[in-house]
């Protein structure tokens, strides 16, 4: 079924009464703070290849769109040949498994947050650029209270967002009309899969990009704080 045919499907279904009838949340800088992980291990992989290190505000610009994006980033723009960016990211994904734990943590509020809309009976996903299995792996690990309907992250027959692909196929198996599905993310590559599947973009501030990147990429709200989300008129308004 393509991409189009789903996202018509999702939208001709006339049965869920409820505002808000699910939430796909992204995980890297919107339900976890891994940064410093992801920095220290992308920085001990450049040390380890004789190359120079990279700042934390740096790594944030850098992550979000898959592994390739990152690595690519982090070296040198004259050691960006394909050969290098791979053997960076078999020696990063070596050093990140070593370290995940480390400093990684749910933000402020959004155990509660999480919490607060199960209580609501809203279906929740997770859909991120990470590797499949390591989403699994830190959903498990930092929110095991939290039942997610779907978890979804990079895989080979998967394309990246900002393809809406994924996002539709979540919606779709969770039995929400698009146009009542929040897509929850902190960078442009969140907005955009979010409107490029007709889905409510919801912008998160505690993130790893600002504001103005956020509107600029077609941020429908903006929140500064997870309760705030609670407040949003697509979840706070009664049902349609």
């Given amino acids: 079924m393509t991409v189009k045919n789903i996202q018509q499907n999702i939208l001709n279904n006339s049965d869920i009464s409820t505002r808000c009838e699910a939430i796909i949340f992204d995980l890297d800088g919107t ?47 004259d050691s960006r040949q394909p050969d290098i960016i791979s053997n960076l990211i078999n020696e990063y994904r070596a050093e990140y498994a070593k370290m995940w734990t ?24 997770v859909l991120s650029n990470k590797r499949d299995a390591a989403v699994k792996e830190a959903v498990a690990y ?40 929040l897509f929850v993310g902190d960078t442009k590559t969140d907005m955009q899969t979010a409107r490029s599947a007709g889905m409510i973009a919801v912008g998160v501030l505690w993130g790893f990009r600002t504001a103005k990147e956020l509107k600029l990429n077609g941020a429908n709200h903006l929140v500064s704080r997870p309760e705030e989300i609670l407040n949003l008129p697509e979840i706070s308004l009664p049902g349609i």
């Fill in 102 to 125: 480390h400093k990684t943590k749910p933000y402020p509020g959004i155990v509660k947050l999480l919490n607060d809309l199960a209580d609501r009976h809203i279906p929740l996903a």
């Fill in 31 to 77: 339900l976890l703070d891994t940064i410093d992980d992801l920095t220290d291990a992308m920085n001990a992989a450049l040390a380890n290849r004789g190359y120079p290190l990279r700042s934390v505000e740096e790594c944030k610009n850098l992550v979000g769109e898959g592994t390739d994006v990152f690595a690519g980033g982090a070296l040198p723009p």
């Fill in 142 to 181: 930092f929110l095991p209270n939290t039942q997610f309907s779907e978890i979804i992250g990079a895989r080979n027959e998967i394309p990246l967002k900002p393809d809406a692909g994924a996002a539709l196929s979540i919606a779709e198996k969770l039995g929400s009309r698009v146009q009542y599905t």
